[in-house]
């Protein structure tokens, strides 16, 4: 483990007072109550490391403001900003280029302010933004270092672009790409409005594994791996805490890393705070390593235990397949039995299970899937999976990415993603595939809203039981595509969902809406009726019911 040194000043008194902007972008991908994290952090990095500087943020979300661009433009015209960085996350390419669109229309090129650009779409691919916006700076990977040398080179007037780490910028036509630093110790977040967005807290960056084949991370060694100070954490979850939020959840990529002896003292610490609850991210052989010693086993559990008396409820595990074979394909180092023996050994402690899944791949084999739906059903983890039917993503700068373009297999490339089509080996797989995305797909927007309630809260158990609901009528239309498959032979593409099921999905959407109707305050509700009320219309006429009339297929969701 590299452990981060805690230092108090790297640079310089700083003299000429500093503007800046930071807009943190959302799309349909990120939860409208998350808190804008990013730029909370860069924010807290500013007020840490550089002195005579003032920073704001600017929540830029489509979805919930019809109005956010011209309120944006408004900001900009209200006071003069030296540096503005955007925060562009997957999703957010067209709002990005807008925004940039309309800088480079109302500034001159020698009154511009400096324009920074981060997150995983600049990170992943510079060259997607810079070529068509060759004044900006593209920031990759964790931005603390670059943001304090591009702060102090403003302040002092002498912006020398080859001196900032990490950075991405265009010289003479062509463009520069400068070594990265992960040097400075993460900063305590400065809240953006405490208390009205669910709150992230990080203990780590990075993940001490990194061998995952689909997995993209910031640039760097594979297997970095940092913690960061724990008066750092622990005065962050204080300050939440004394603003009235007793739920929040880690963000780190990698929890417990190789620091078993850190997550102890992270849950001694929030103990001592206390009146807390959290969640986190962990791999599953954080809770179960084949290849550790019993006594080391034992000690994970220990310290699951004391993270749970501290406050821990729920865990999200990556555990990504319930099939041997697909489960080596994806790099994860452990087999499908241990990894769903993990799940099971946190729910007997007692804790809740968000479980990361990748069901199609381009060499999924039919006895793959029946292996999967076997296990699942076996096992009881089901209920656990997030997303059922979440088709892999051939990231850009992937390992997966390497051996599809090796064997001649890539599609096109999505920026707005950063992830490529591909095909199946198996046309079955790929008729499969089609029917089974399709019809979560069709309830994907009710259900992202679901699981986004079910995740920042604790108490809510009609967002619960109806995720739990969703995910059972998934296994389903698996267990009837996989009976199809064997009944159809070479007709394969015939597959279809029957009609019965349709039913029973559409009772469970209409009985969901009842309860619902009248949650209209928060953002998140509000879209989960919009797309709730969306649903009723389109399947009510596919399957010719009327939702006004309330005429239910079926009795109870309690058969779930």
């Not at 640079?11 to 799309?27: C, D, G, K, M, W």
């Not at 995740?455 to 995910?471: G, K």
Request: aromatic share 10%.
């Amino acid at each position: 483990m590299q452990t981060i040194p805690l230092v108090d000043q790297v640079v310089p008194v700083a003299t000429q007072h500093t503007n800046v902007l930071f807009v943190q972008l959302y799309s349909e991908r990120q939860p409208p109550n998350w808190e804008p994290f990013s730029a909370e952090v860069l924010c807290g990095t500013l007020d840490r490391y550089c002195r005579n500087c003032e920073a704001q943020i600017f929540v830029y979300n489509p979805l919930v403001n019809a109005d956010v661009h011209a309120e944006l433009l408004d900001v900009i015209h209200s006071a003069h900003f030296d540096v503005i960085g955007l925060s562009i996350p997957q999703g957010t390419r067209v709002s990005a280029l807008r925004i940039l669109d309309d800088i480079d229309r109302i500034f001159p090129a020698d009154a511009r302010p400096l324009v920074l650009l981060g997150h995983n779409l600049p990170t992943g691919m510079p060259e997607s933004f810079l070529e068509l916006y060759p004044w900006t700076v593209v920031v990759r990977g964790w931005g603390d270092d670059a943001l304090v040398s591009l702060i102090r080179m403003v302040q002092a007037g002498q912006l020398d672009m080859h001196r900032v780490p990490s950075a991405s910028f265009v010289e003479d036509g062509a463009i520069v790409n400068t070594e990265l630093s992960y040097t400075l110790p993460p900063a305590k977040p400065k809240r953006y409005r405490i208390g009205e967005y669910f709150a992230c807290v990080e203990t780590s960056r990075g993940c001490h594994y990194g061998r995952c084949t689909f997995c993209v991370r910031p640039p760097g060694p594979k297997n970095y791996w940092s913690r960061i100070p724990l008066e750092t954490i622990l005065e962050t979850i204080q300050e939440l805490k004394d603003h009235g939020v007793y739920y929040f959840t880690f963000v780190d990529e990698d929890f417990i890393g190789n620091d078993l002896e850190g997550a102890r003292a992270i849950a001694d610490g929030i103990r001592q705070i206390g009146g807390v609850n959290f969640s986190f991210s962990v791999r599953s052989d954080n809770f179960f390593n084949p290849r550790a010693t019993e006594e080391a086993n034992e000690q994970r559990i220990e310290i699951f235990r004391a993270l749970q008396a501290a406050g821990l409820v729920r865990v999200f595990i990556g555990l990504e397949s319930a099939s041997d074979s697909q489960l080596k394909r994806y790099g994860k180092g452990i087999s499908a039995r241990d990894s769903l023996a993990a799940v099971a050994l946190v729910k007997r402690l007692g804790i809740e299970v968000s479980a990361g899944f990748i069901m199609f791949d381009p060499f999924l084999t039919l006895d793959e899937l029946r292996e999967i739906s076997a296990n699942l059903k076996e096992s009881g983890v089901w209920e656990n999976i997030s997303l059922f039917f979440h088709k892999m993503r051939v990231q850009k700068n992937t390992p997966l990415e390497k051996m599809l373009r090796h064997k001649n297999m890539l599609g096109e490339l999505d920026l707005d993603v950063l992830d490529y089509g591909w095909d199946f080996v198996d046309p079955r797989m790929a008729a499969l595939s089609d029917l089974c995305i399709h019809w979560e797909g069709e309830l994907k927007s009710i259900y992202m809203q679901l699981m986004n309630l079910e995740r920042t809260t604790t108490d809510d158990m009609v967002a619960r039981e109806y995720a739990r609901a969703i995910r059972y009528i998934n296994l389903e239309i698996l267990d009837d595509a996989l009976a199809q498959i064997e009944q159809l032979g070479d007709d394969y593409a015939q597959l279809t969902a029957s009609r019965g099921l349709r039913a029973r999905r559409y009772e469970l959407v209409l009985r969901l809406k009842s309860l619902v109707g009248d949650r209209t305050g928060r953002d998140e509700e509000k879209l989960l009726i919009r797309a709730i009320d969306a649903f009723l219309q389109s399947e009510g006429q596919a399957l010719e019911v009327d939702p006004a009339a309330h005429a239910y297929f079926f009795t109870s969701t309690q058969q779930f």
